[in-house]
T-cell receptor
Framework: GQQLNQSPQSMFIQEGEDVSMNCTSS?????WLWYKQDPGEGPVLLIA?????ELTSNGRLTAQFGITRKDSFLNISASIPSDVGIYFC???????????????FGKGITLSVRP | NAGVTQTPKFRVLKTGQSMTLLCAQD?????MYWYRQDPGMGLRLIHY???????AKGEVPDGYNVSRLKKQNFLLGLESAAPSQTSVYFC??????????????????FGNGTRLTVT
C-alpha cells in the first residue's frame, strides 16, 4: 500500500533552535495533516493543509503543502522543551464512500529538545 | 468538553482471555475509528464506522471485532487475546463534513489511548 516517509526516526535539537521535518510520498494527496503526540496521550492536530503550495502557520509552527502534492514539511521555530513528542504527518485522498479510510499516516518523528 | 474518552487506560491480559475496549465521543461525530500504535509502525487502522450500526475493516482487522450500537460509542473487542496484540490502542472520531475544495473528510480527533499488554 501507499506509504508516507518520515525520516529520521528521531531528532535531537537544542532549545531555541529551529527544526524542519519532511514527509514524502510516491502518491498524490488532496490533504496533508500534521499531528503531535505528547508522551502518554493521543495525537493532536497541529495544522491541516488543503491546497498545493499552501503555507499555513500556527504560532511557532509553519507547514507547507508541496507543489507536487507528494510532500509536506513542518517547521518549528525557536523550540522549547514542551515541543518534545512524536510528530506524525498524514495524507488524505478523496473519499468516495465516506470516512477517513484513505487516511495514511507516516511512522512519526520523535523530537527531543535539550534545555 | 471531554472529546474522545477511552476506557480502560491500561490492561494486562493473559493469552486467550477476552476483553472490550470502550470509546465514547461527545462531539456528535458520525465517523469513528480504532487504531493500534506499535514502535516503528506508526498508526494502523483496525476497524472504522461511518455511522450507527455500520462497521468496516481497516488495514489490520484480524483478531478484532467492533460494534457501533450507539452513535457516541465504538467498542473494540478481542475474543482471544494474543501476545501480538500487545499495543497501544487509539480511538478517533471525525465529522462527515467534507472540505469544499478537496472533498476530503474532516481531521480526526483522538482519545488518549489504552495500553494493552498480553502475556
Amino acid at each position: 500500500g501507499q506509504q508516507l516517509n518520515q525520516s529520521p526516526q528521531s531528532m535531537f535539537i537544542q532549545e531555541g533552535e529551529d527544526v524542519s521535518m519532511n514527509c514524502t510520498s510516491s502518491s498524490i494527496f488532496n490533504t496533508w495533516l500534521w499531528y503531535k503526540q505528547d508522551p502518554g496521550e493521543g495525537p493532536v492536530l497541529l495544522i491541516a493543509l488543503y491546497k498545493a503550495g499552501e503555507l499555513t502557520s500556527n504560532g511557532r509552527l509553519t507547514a507547507q503543502f508541496g507543489i507536487t502534492r507528494k510532500d509536506s514539511f513542518l517547521n518549528i521555530s525557536a523550540s522549547i522543551p514542551s515541543d518534545v513528542g512524536i510528530y506524525f504527518c498524514a495524507g488524505q485522498r478523496v473519499t468516495m464512500a465516506g470516512a477517513n479510510s484513505k487516511l495514511t499516516f507516516g511512522k512519526g518523528i520523535t523530537l527531543s529538545v535539550r534545555p | 468538553n471531554a472529546g474522545v474518552t477511552q476506557t480502560p487506560k491500561f490492561r494486562v491480559l493473559k493469552t486467550g482471555q477476552s476483553m472490550t475496549l470502550l470509546c465514547a465521543q461527545d462531539m456528535n461525530h458520525e465517523y469513528m475509528y480504532w487504531y493500534r500504535q506499535d514502535p516503528g509502525m506508526g498508526l494502523r487502522l483496525i476497524h472504522y464506522s461511518v455511522g450507527e450500526g455500520t462497521t468496516a475493516k481497516g488495514e489490520v482487522p484480524d483478531g478484532y471485532n467492533v460494534s457501533r450500537l450507539k452513535k457516541q460509542n465504538f467498542l473494540l473487542g478481542l475474543e482471544s487475546a494474543a501476545p501480538s496484540q500487545t499495543s497501544v490502542y487509539f480511538c478517533a472520531s471525525s465529522s462527515r463534513a467534507v472540505h469544499l475544495l478537496t472533498r476530503t473528510n474532516s481531521p480526526l480527533h483522538f482519545g488518549n489511548g489504552t495500553r494493552l499488554t498480553v502475556t
